[in-house]
């Protein structure tokens, strides 16, 4: 007797895992995920990616940025929130840790940092902190990571590190002093805006922007070997904003693009949802406006601007991208630069 046997295309199986996955809705939820699992690999095959070689940093190399988070709140899988590292020769900071940013910072080949700047406490910007102090305690890092920002700092990193108790604690009696908690607990410092930190030829200056109603809220301007990169923060468009900015080789500041909202204001007022209107509209008013910064950065002789925390949050394509920027062009002459997880930015 003949036995016929039909191959399906991966698509098919798709599909029928999905059925089967209904059939089996009884089940444990972890036996179906690894049903689901067995099934797509055996069609798809491996998805895992390499590892990147951890980065080798010059310490002749001068002032750069790496921008790590380009997103806001919602969710988008092409960007993380709010991260953009700043290399300076040998060391590397952070400005804000937003979620999912460990991936970009990884895929960067970074393995180590010298410290965080933090802008403000809106969770975008920080709660990728225990992300980044997990994996380094699983490589060994053996070091407490100094972080800094305004008021606040310290009860956002004790509140991280009070969420990671139980799982150090775990972690330690299982691997015992091959995994490092010395990373596991920065030192933090509060600090009120001007020069807060000025070594190795480093100087940072921390400056109030305007970000009401949350206060406090600054950017930070980083000064190494004649060049200038300064990083915004969430802010509107200010006279605080533009005076930290003024004369900096390079920009790093969030922005929105006011125009891109209005059909969905519309259709909220369309369907009576006043509530929804609300929520763009005050979203709106404590960001920078695309033409608003250009301008700014015109009338400061900002020599290069690099977009980050872009909201609406667009997807990372060309015709996107230049949609998003459309007029900045007719009132800032220099470099605009649309970001991109991942993306590194010279003075």
Do not use: W
């Not at 102090?133 to 009070?162: C, K, M, T, Y």
């Not at 001007?194 to 980083?222: S, W």
């Not at 900096?248 to 007022?269: G, K």
């Amino acid at each position: 007797m003949t036995r016929r046997i039909t191959v399906k295309s991966p698509a098919a199986l798709n599909k029928s895992s999905l059925r089967m996955c209904q059939f089996l809705m009884p089940l444990q939820l972890p036996i179906i995920i690894l049903f689901i699992l067995i099934l797509l690999g055996s069609t798809s095959g491996a998805l895992a990616q390499a590892r990147i070689t951890p980065r080798v940093l010059d310490p002749e190399a001068e002032l750069s940025a790496i921008l790590l988070g380009t997103g806001v709140p919602i969710p988008n899988p092409s960007r993380a929130t709010a991260c953009t590292a700043i290399l300076v020769g040998e060391r590397v900071f952070l400005v804000d840790t937003g979620r999912n940013c460990i991936v970009p910072l990884d895929q960067a080949g970074i393995r180590d940092i010298n410290g965080v700047f933090y802008t403000h406490y809106h969770s975008d910007h920080f709660i990728g902190l225990g992300e980044i102090l997990l994996n380094f305690a699983i490589a060994g890092v053996d070091h407490s990571i100094p972080v800094r920002g305004p008021v606040g700092a310290q009860e956002v990193v004790d509140g991280i590190v009070a969420t990671y108790r139980l799982d150090l604690e775990y972690r330690l009696a299982h691997h015992g002093d091959k995994f490092s908690a010395a990373v596991m607990k920065p030192t933090v410092t509060e600090h009120s805006p001007g020069v807060i930190f000025d070594e190795q030829g480093l100087k940072v200056t921390m400056f109030n922007v305007c970000h009401q109603p949350i206060e406090p809220a600054v950017g930070y301007r980083f000064e190494y070997a004649g060049k200038t990169v300064v990083v915004s923060g969430d802010t509107n468009v200010c006279p605080e904003f533009a005076e930290g900015a003024r004369g900096a080789d390079l920009l790093i500041s969030e922005v929105e693009n006011a125009a891109m909202f209005n059909a969905a204001t519309a259709l909220a007022r369309s369907a009576n949802n006043s509530r929804q209107v609300a929520m763009i509209e005050e979203g709106v008013a404590y960001h920078a406006e695309s033409l608003a910064l250009a301008r700014m950065a015109q009338e400061v002789g900002v020599k290069k601007l690099a977009l980050t925390h872009l909201f609406p949050s667009i997807a990372p394509t060309d015709q996107a991208e230049a949609q998003f920027i459309r007029g900045m062009s007719d009132l800032y002459t220099g470099p605009i630069i649309v970001g991109r997880d991942g993306m590194e930015v010279a003075p």
